[in-house]
C-alpha cells in the first residue's frame, strides 16, 4: 500500500512538471520504441549502442538527418498532436537513455528569412545557443573542477576581476568565430557544464535548410551521453523547429529518466526563448547578432527581458535553469561512479581553428 501510494504521488508530480513545462512526454518500452517513437525508422535505434545511434545520423553527409526532418517536422506543427511547447518521444523502463523531441515551430520575423535562408552562415544556430537556460555559448577551454564556471554571476572582490578576464577573453573568442563564421564546434557552455561540439554541418534540400551539430558530454557534465541537435528552418512557411535526438548511459541512479524528461523542457525553452525574442528584436533590428554578439551574461537579461514580456515562458527558463544549480556537483558525482562519453567522437581533430584578429575599434 505504502508502495502503491508513493508511486501514485511520483505520477502526479511528473504529470504536474509536464504541465508546467509545456511538454508532451511519450513512454515507450523496448518492444515499441524502436518502432513507433518519432523518426525511429530512420534513427535505427540500437539498444546495444545507445550513443551510437545518434552518432550513424551525421553519416553520408547527414542523410539520415534529412530524413529524419522530413518526418518530424511536420509533426511540429500540428497543435493537437503536442504539447504546448513540443513532444518527447522516450524509453522507459531501462537503465540508459533514448529520445527523440521535437519542440514546435515558431514564426521566423521577415527581417531574419535572409540569413535563416543562407547556407553559408552559422549565426541561426549560433543566435538559438546564446539563449540556452540558462545561459550558453562556445567557449575556449572546458572549465576545470575548482575553476570559474563561465557567466559567474555571484563572483565578488578578487574573483569578480578573475571573471572579468575570464569575460574579455570569452567575448573575443565568441566575436572571432562569429566574425569567421566556422561551424559550431570544440567546448561548449551549458550553464555550469560543458559539451563538445563536432560534425557540424548544413544541409539544404527544396524545402528545408538544416544546421545541426552533434553535442558530446564532457567530463564536466551531469549527463552522459550524445545529443544531436537540429535547427531548421521551413523556406515553405518561413518558421523554424528545432529537432534534438539523444542516447546515453549514465551510472549514477535515476539521471537517465531524469534525462528523458527534461530534454525536451530544457531544449522547447530554449527554442522558444529564440522565437519570443526574434518576434521582439525584429521590431528594431534586422540582424540577429543583436542576440549573439559574445557578451556574456546577456542571457540574463533576456530573461528579465521574458519575464515581463512573456511570464509562462520566463517561468519556463526559471525551471529549465533550476536544473542548472547542483550540474556541477552531479558532475563530480558522475566522475566518481565512472563515466562513458567524455569528448567527441573524433576528438579535437573537429575542432575549427580561428584565424582571423577582431578589430576592437570596430565593436
Known sequence: MVRSNILFYVRLSMSTFDKLTGVAIRGYRRD???LDSIGAPVIRWDYKDPEESVRKLTANNGEGVEKLVDEAVPR???ENSLGKAGVTDCLVGEDFHMYTHVSNAVPVPSPFR???GDVRTWLPFRALL???????GEVPRVARFGQFAVDDAAAEGDHLAKEWENDRELVEYRQKRLTEDVPVSGPVALGNVFVKASRAAIRENTKYVMRYSLMSTSDVHALDGEALWIQVYDKTDHTTTFLAVGGGRNNLWGIDKLNNRTAGLVFSTMHHTFGALMASFAKNSDSLRSLTNGVTGISWSQSAHLM????????????AGGFDVFSRLVALMRRGAGMHVVDSPDGDDDLVEITVTVDDSKN
Not at 546564446?130 to 545561459?135: A, G, H, I, Q, W
Not at 515581463?308 to 525551471?319: A, F, K, Q, V, W
Open 32 to 34: 515499441t520504441f524502436h
Open 114 to 116: 535572409g540569413v535563416f
Open 308 to 319: 515581463r514580456e512573456n511570464p509562462m515562458l520566463g517561468s519556463r527558463r526559471d525551471i
Open 76 to 78: 511540429s506543427k500540428k
Open 130 to 136: 546564446s539563449v540556452f537556460p540558462p545561459v550558453g
